[in-house]
C-alpha cells in the first residue's frame, strides 16, 4: 500500500464517527511499522480523545511483541494533530512524548489555534513530517469544520417545506402536513448532520416541533437556537424537553450568526416561517437553501413563502441538485 491508500484507510476509520465527533471533525490516525498496520484509531466522541491519543494508546498494548520502540513506528493522521489544551491535552505532546520520529500529516487544520503551529513545534521537536495526501478527501468529509474556520462563520442552510403553488401553511389553522411522510423521513437525516437548529418563537407556537433528529443511529443531538423576545415562553413544549435550547433575544442577525463565531458550531439548519426565513435571505449569511416541494396546493387561505416578485433564484442562489422522494421534490440551492 501506498501512503494515499493508508490515507484513505484513516479517513474511514474517522467516518464512522461522522455523527458522535460533531460539532469536532471526523479524525482517523495509524501507526505503520514499515508496511504493516500496527493500531488504528479515530476520533469518537465530541470531548474525548482525540485521534493520534486512541492509535497511541491502542499501539502501546503490543509494545514489545509486534514492536519494541515507537522510534520505530510511522503515524499516519488525516488531520495536523493538535497542539492546544482543550477538552482533552494536545497531541502534539502525546506524539513526542512517544518517541515517534515520522509523522504524516493529510491536511492542516484550518483552526487558527494550529493553522500550521502544530507542524511547526513536531519539526521542532526532531520529527519527519510529511504533509498534503487526499487533502480534497478530508476536506470534503470535514465539509462544515473547514467552512466554519476558512469563513469565521457556521455555515447556514435554510430548509422550507413548500406546496406546489409557494405556500408555508394554512392562515389560521392548526399545523398541516404540507410534504410526504418520506420527505420528512429525509429531514431528520438533515437535521442529523447539523450542529445546530434554529428557529423563531413564531414557529414555535404555532407549529409545536421537537426540532430534534429522530434518527435510528447514535449522534450528538444538534443545539437548538431560539430567536425569540418573548417573555412568556411555555418551557413545559416538548421543543425544550430533549436537548439544549439556547435563547437569543438579538434581532440583528448578523450579530446573532458572528456570535458563533468561537463557539462549537460549525453549522446552523434553520426551520423557521417565512418572515424570519425571508429576514435570514435578505442577509449575506445563508450559503443552502432547501426545498422539499409537494406537487399539492394550498390555495387562497395559503401563506406564500415569498412576494409574488421572488423565487430562491432571484434571492442569489442556483440549483445544485433536484430529486423525487415519493411525489415530493427536494430542491437543493447553493449560493452563487
Ligand atoms: C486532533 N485530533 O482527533 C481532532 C482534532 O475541543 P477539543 O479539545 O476536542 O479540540 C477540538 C479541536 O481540535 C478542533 O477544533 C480541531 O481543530 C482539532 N481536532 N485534532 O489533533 C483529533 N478531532
Ligand atoms: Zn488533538
Same mark, same amino acid.
Given at each position: 500500500m501506498n501512503i494515499e491508500e493508508y490515507m484513505q484507510r484513516a479517513i474511514s476509520l474517522a467516518e464512522t464517527y461522522r455523527y458522535t465527533a460533531k460539532p469536532n471533525p471526523m479524525v482517523g490516525a495509524i501507526l505503520l511499522k514499515d508496511k504493516t498496520i500496527i493500531?488504528?484509531?479515530?476520533?469518537?466522541?465530541?470531548?474525548?480523545?482525540?485521534?493520534?491519543?486512541?492509535? *497511541?494508546e491502542s499501539a502501546k498494548k503490543k509494545l514489545g511483541e509486534k514492536f519494541k520502540s515507537f522510534s520505530e513506528l510511522t503515524l499516519i493522521c488525516t488531520l495536523?494533530?493538535?497542539?492546544?489544551?482543550?477538552?482533552?491535552?494536545?497531541?502534539?505532546?502525546?506524539?513526542?512524548?512517544?518517541?515517534?520520529?515520522?509523522?504524516?500529516?493529510?491536511?492542516?487544520?484550518?483552526?487558527?489555534?494550529?493553522?500550521?503551529?502544530?507542524?511547526?513545534?513536531? *519539526?521542532?521537536?526532531?520529527?519527519?513530517v510529511k504533509v498534503g495526501f487526499c487533502e480534497n478527501d478530508i476536506k470534503e468529509q470535514n465539509k462544515f469544520f473547514f467552512y466554519k474556520h476558512n469563513n469565521q462563520k457556521?455555515?447556514?442552510?435554510?430548509?422550507?417545506?413548500?406546496?406546489?403553488?409557494g405556500k408555508s401553511h394554512y392562515r389560521n389553522k392548526d399545523r398541516t402536513y404540507i410534504t410526504?411522510?418520506?420527505s420528512r423521513e429525509d429531514v431528520?437525516?438533515?437535521r442529523a448532520q447539523y450542529d445546530a437548529i434554529l428557529t423563531g418563537g413564531n414557529t414555535l407556537t404555532n407549529d409545536n416541533p421537537r426540532m430534534n433528529a429522530r434518527v435510528n443511529f447514535e449522534i450528538n443531538q444538534p443545539k437548538k437556537i431560539l430567536l425569540s423576545n418573548k417573555n412568556n415562553l411555555d418551557i413545559n413544549q416538548q421543543f425544550f424537553?430533549?436537548?439544549q435550547v439556547e435563547i437569543v433575544k438579538e434581532k440583528n442577525l448578523e450579530t446573532v450568526i458572528n456570535n458563533y463565531k468561537n463557539k462549537d458550531c460549525c453549522s446552523i439548519l434553520i426551520e423557521a416561517g417565512p418572515k424570519l426565513v425571508n429576514a435570514f435571505l435578505s442577509t449575506n449569511l445563508v450559503d443552502e437553501?432547501?426545498?422539499?416541494?409537494s406537487p399539492h396546493p394550498l390555495g387562497a387561505n395559503g401563506v406564500d413563502w415569498f412576494n409574488k416578485d421572488i423565487t430562491v433564484e432571484s434571492l442569489g442562489f442556483n440549483l445544485e441538485s433536484s430529486y423525487k422522494i415519493d411525489d415530493d421534490t427536494k430542491k437543493i440551492f447553493l449560493k452563487c
Open positions: 493500531a488504528e484509531g479515530a476520533h469518537e466522541l465530541f470531548g474525548s480523545n482525540h485521534a493520534e491519543v486512541n492509535v *497511541i495536523e494533530p493538535c497542539n492546544h489544551r482543550g477538552k482533552t491535552p494536545p497531541c502534539t505532546e502525546a506524539i513526542i512524548n512517544s518517541g515517534i520520529k515520522k509523522v504524516i500529516i493529510g491536511c492542516q487544520d484550518p483552526n487558527s489555534r494550529m493553522a500550521g503551529k502544530s507542524i511547526k513545534k513536531l *519539526i521542532e521537536n526532531n520529527i519527519d457556521p455555515y447556514l442552510t435554510v430548509k422550507i417545506a413548500s406546496s406546489s403553488d410526504s411522510a418520506s431528520q437525516q438533515l424537553q430533549d436537548s437553501v432547501i426545498v422539499y416541494q
